[in-house]
């Protein structure tokens, strides 16, 4: 049985999330290495991610030092670099004094105020390690986390780890506080509470149609 489906996201109609969508212009640029098992997780918020951002390119792939994409990446953005990986070394994303008048740090730190490029690492926890650790050009540069706090509204995929956020909160925390503009991504991780609730909506349908088969 053939089924439509539609030209822009590539899934069923029924399924179609383009209406989450939210076109943000994003300064920095968003690169999303992303493991091969992900590309057909339907959960997957990296195709909401990618239709969101103006600037954001998807990689598929496990290891990326053999190709040219990554390497023309790191060489044409050096230090204005960096990899969204809680690493030992990673730099702490803070709150501006503006977003979280309780502080004194006022503007971003040295060492992140010039970033214009960030990579994410989408899979499963265990799969980004993986990925981390398959690309040693990926732990010269610098790495961020972001604040802890930050609370997922991500309820479709359970994580074990406490914290852990989908790949598309992480990317839009991270932008906002970089950018320093929170109200900019918050359309989309408001549109991203709805994105949940479809999906979970349409994977109980399914269900009980299943159910009744
Ligand atoms: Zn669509």
Redesign the pocket.
Same mark, same amino acid.
């Given at each position: 049985m053939s089924r439509i489906l539609?030209?822009? #996201?590539?899934?069923p109609?029924k399924a179609?999330? #383009?209406?989450f969508a939210i076109k943000t212009d994003n300064h920095i640029h968003v690169v999303v290495l992303q493991h091969p098992t992900e590309v057909k997780q339907s959960k997957g918020t990296v195709a909401l991610l990618q239709q969101s951002l103006v600037n954001c390119e998807v990689i598929v792939g496990e290891s990326f030092d053999d190709t040219d994409n990554l390497s023309a990446l790191l060489s044409h953005y050096g230090d204005q670099i960096a990899l969204l990986y809680p690493s030992e070394n990673a730099i702490e994303l803070e709150f501006s004094s503006k977003q979280r008048p309780d502080t004194h740090t006022g503007e971003l730190s040295i060492e992140t105020n010039n970033i214009k490029c960030i990579v994410i690492l989408d899979g499963t926890w265990k799969k980004s390690y993986r990925m981390f650790m398959l690309n040693p050009s990926l732990h010269d540069i610098k790495h961020l986390v972001l604040p802890s706090g930050i609370e997922s509204l991500y309820h479709i995929r359970k994580t074990k780890k406490d914290g852990a956020l989908s790949s598309l909160e992480a990317c839009c925390h991270a932008l906002a506080l970089l950018e320093n503009n929170r109200g900019k991504y918050q359309l989309l991780l408001n549109n991203f509470v709805k994105f949940n609730q479809f999906q979970q909506s349409f994977n109980q349908r399914n269900n009980n149609f299943i159910n009744t088969l």
């Open positions: 539609c030209q822009q #996201c590539h899934r109609e179609c999330i #383009c209406a």
